[in-house]
């Protein structure tokens, strides 16, 4: 069996990170990331600067990293305004994303959700058009931060849509981290009714301790796309206390030990997660990473 980890570190962990890095510094990790066997790697956003100062060398970045036929950059993509910068730089597909909570979508979108599924069409039909593939972002899926829990109606609608209009792969988000296992089968079983397992991915924090076995209970359900942040980077800035997205290298560990193949290099991305807290000058919330600090330490 083998499981497709999408790195979203650089997108999804730089944005809630306080520190901007230098361009040069989000190449080297980029490489750095590639030499551990990444092929799916988000690599930035074109939201408007104005709201994440972080990300607002996306073109640049783009034009540094390595020409690799194997490896699919991605960049997420808010409107068509971001969709014009996107095209000007080589990445390979493009992501959009919202909410199943109106109360969520507002916050981090500004839009409700009827608004952002129609910017959302325009951003597909036009990536389209170019020959460039969509995925979908869909967040608070098994929980929301203003709302509690979300009406599974409410979620396979927004997904139905979706992938009507032509997005390939959905992400289901656990964006405040609140999944337990029996949420996971439950949510998996529901949205499979009317959107094809392979055509669903997994994105999981890790607020609560839960990302790694949710991860793995989503696995067993059938899911075989997660995705994942180096060093256990990110959160939500609209979603209070939501801290990060699951480890890659937990999940790495965890499949190697299980024989899943993943394609990544553990000792490389444990590399990797220390040329990140040295940067940061903090520990980072992986506890594969931690564990390899301190027998490197010994």
Request: with cysteine; aromatic share 6%.
């Amino acid at each position: 069996m083998k499981i497709k980890l999408v790195e979203v570190g650089l997108r999804d962990g730089l944005q809630n990170e306080s520190v901007t890095l230098p361009t040069e510094v989000k190449k080297e990790i980029a490489v750095r990331l590639l030499h551990a066997g990444v092929k799916h790697l988000e690599v930035s956003s074109f939201v408007s600067p104005k709201w994440i100062p972080q990300l607002k060398d996306a073109e640049e970045l783009f034009h540094l990293l390595p020409v690799r036929d194997d490896v699919t950059y991605r960049a997420l993509v808010p409107n068509l305004k971001g969709l014009t910068r996107a095209l000007m730089t080589p990445a390979s597909e493009y992501a959009v994303f919202m909410s199943a909570s109106e109360s969520h979508n507002l916050k981090n979108i500004n839009k409700n959700i009827a608004d952002t599924l129609i910017t959302i069409k325009e951003v597909v039909q036009l990536a389209t058009e170019k020959g460039k593939p969509v995925r979908g972002y869909v967040s608070t899926v098994f929980g929301c931060p203003y709302e509690g829990n979300i009406a599974m109606s409410q979620v396979v609608h927004i997904c139905e849509q979706l992938i009507e209009m032509g997005i390939y792969e959905i992400s289901l988000g656990d964006t405040i981290g609140v999944a337990t296992p029996k949420r996971v089968k439950e949510v998996i079983q529901s949205v499979r009714q009317s959107v094809p397992l392979h055509q669903l991915a997994g994105h999981f924090h890790d607020t609560r301790g839960m990302g790694v076995v949710n991860s793995y209970v989503a696995v067993e359900e059938g899911i075989t796309t997660l995705d994942s942040a180096i060093g256990g980077l990110g959160g939500c800035p609209y979603a209070p206390g939501a801290s990060g997205n699951v480890s890659t290298e937990d999940l790495v560990y965890l499949f190697d030990r299980e024989g899943i193949e993943t394609g990544l290099n553990l000792t490389e991305l444990n590399e990797t997660s220390l040329f990140l807290q040295e940067i940061f000058a903090k520990p980072l919330p992986s506890k594969v990473f931690q564990s390899y600090v301190a027998q490197k330490e010994a």
